[in-house]
């Protein structure tokens, strides 16, 4: 494949990446949204878009199906980001990964006493990593979905999950007890891509870079 290939989920890395894109001159044809389609063309020949889940686009940067991709930060983490070139934060799709309890749970004091907590995430490696920091010992439980149910069903007395508009939380009578880490979403280059096509990737990787908002 001589041209390049970008690896986008569908939702708000693919809406929140578009302006970008534009920036580059690149135009999708369609909207993953509406259309059926896994491979998008773009008003560029040389240009296409394939539409993954979220978790998957590194994996496709990392093996070369996909020359670069927009992943979360969290995911990132999760992965790896074994063969991953992170040039460029994009200050986009952000939130923040927290740790969350009931409404009424003590968590500052089940953490003084060494308590041993049941966490439920998707996020395992970033939770894992979290408490041991802290010193605090917990039974991680992994999730693929919907976290917040996971203290109201009994199954953990905590979450690490992200926050946004703290909507979600609020709606299921949960409270974010601790901030994690900021979330933003990178621009992911293969490795190999970048020196094989640079000459083609150097001028998106330089209008992204230009497009950017600063906070
Ligand atoms: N509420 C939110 N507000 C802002 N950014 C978010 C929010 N939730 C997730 N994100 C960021 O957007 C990225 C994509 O989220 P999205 O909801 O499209 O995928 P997902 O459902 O988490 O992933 P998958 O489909 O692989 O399970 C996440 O990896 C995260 O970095
Ligand atoms: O603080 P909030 O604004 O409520 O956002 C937080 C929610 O967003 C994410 O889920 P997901 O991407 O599935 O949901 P969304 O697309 O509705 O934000 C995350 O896993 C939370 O459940």
Redesign the pocket.
Known sequence: MTGITIALSK??IFDETLPLLAAAGIVPVENPETSRKLIIGTNRDDVRVVIVRATDVPTYVQYGAADLGVAGKDVLIEHGGEGLYQPLDLNIAK?KMMVAVPEGFDYARAVRQGARLKVASKYIKTAREHFAAKGVHVDLIKLY?S??LAPLAGLADAIV?????????KANKLVAVEEIMPISSRLVVNQAALKLKRETLAPILDAFAGAVKKD
Do not use: I
């Open positions: 939702g708000r939130c979905g976290m917040e999950d992200l926050v946004s508009t703290g909507g979600t939380l």
